[in-house]
């Protein structure tokens, strides 16, 4: 069965500092694209960032310079350093992976995680 953990959300100040982990039991993780979304009260979900089996990045405008992805395949790990949070960063934080598939792409989602930047 395929697993997603996320930790590390919870209440930061704005201009602070959280570091999100996502703790994969996933067969074959090194092969899986890995990433970040949000979703905000009353908005789409959005991409974060995401990494790429070869450790190739890419971030939203909203949050380059700001936060980090980064994965450890020894440990199934991905994590999303971010900094310089902003209230607007406000959301559910939502663990992917996805893995190419003869027919149909593999598509894994964790339960979420409240990230809440405020005063």
């Known amino acids: 069965q395929v697993q997603l953990v996320e930790s590390g959300g919870g209440l930061a100040q704005p201009g602070g500092s959280l570091r999100l982990s996502c703790a994969a039991s996933l067969s074959g993780f090194s092969f899986y694209r890995m990433g970040w979304y949000r979703q905000a009260p009353g908005k789409q979900r959005e991409l974060v960032a995401h990494i790429t089996s070869g450790a190739i990045t890419n971030y939203a405008d909203s949050v380059k310079g700001r936060f980090t992805i980064s994965r450890d395949n020894a440990k199934n790990t991905v994590y999303l350093q971010m900094n310089s949070l902003k209230p607007d960063d406000t959301a559910v934080y939502y663990c992917?992976?996805?893995?190419?598939?003869?027919?149909?792409?593999?598509?894994?989602w964790g339960q979420g995680t409240q990230v809440t930047v405020s005063s």
């Open positions: 992917n992976a996805r893995r190419p598939a003869a027919i149909s792409e593999y598509n894994y």
